[in-house]
């Protein structure tokens, strides 16, 4: 009942910036953390930020200082923002949330996961 809809991928050359969109929808009750993920070829997917409902943040080291992960609770979106690409930067990145839905107990979770958006950036 809860699906994840991301945005902002594409082509940057290098040093550019993109902003990613997830926007969350159906029977939510509530959203814990959000956070984004990212797979390049022949690699895991990996963490790159997490955000909580009450706007704490975390990111992996390849990304501090040049991604800020936010979130508008009002509209169930969280966003990425991302300058300096790099070109090891280029993956698929998912948006990942950690739900409560409606009908549910509260200690009951959903984790649901977007579709994916593809970032290329060229050297």
């Known amino acids: 009942q809860v699906q994840l809809v991301e945005s902002g991928g594409g082509l940057v050359q290098a040093g550019g910036s993109l902003r990613l969109s997830c926007a969350a929808s159906?029977?939510?009750?509530?959203?814990?953390?959000m956070g984004w993920y990212r797979q390049a070829p022949g690699k895991q997917r990996e963490s790159v930020a997490d955000?909580?409902?009450?706007?704490?943040?975390k990111y992996a080291d390849s990304v501090k200082g040049r991604f800020t992960i936010s979130r508008d609770n009002a509209k169930n979106t969280v966003y990425l923002q991302m300058n300096s690409l790099k070109p090891e930067d280029t993956a698929v990145y998912y948006c990942?949330?950690?739900?409560?839905?409606?009908?549910?107990?509260?200690?009951?979770?959903?984790?649901?996961w977007g579709q994916g958006t593809l970032v290329t950036v060229s050297s």
């Open positions: 955000i909580t409902s009450g706007g704490s943040t």
């Open positions: 990942n949330a950690d739900t409560r839905v409606v009908g549910t107990p509260l200690f009951r979770h959903l984790e649901v």
């Open positions: 159906g029977s939510i009750r509530s959203i814990n953390d």
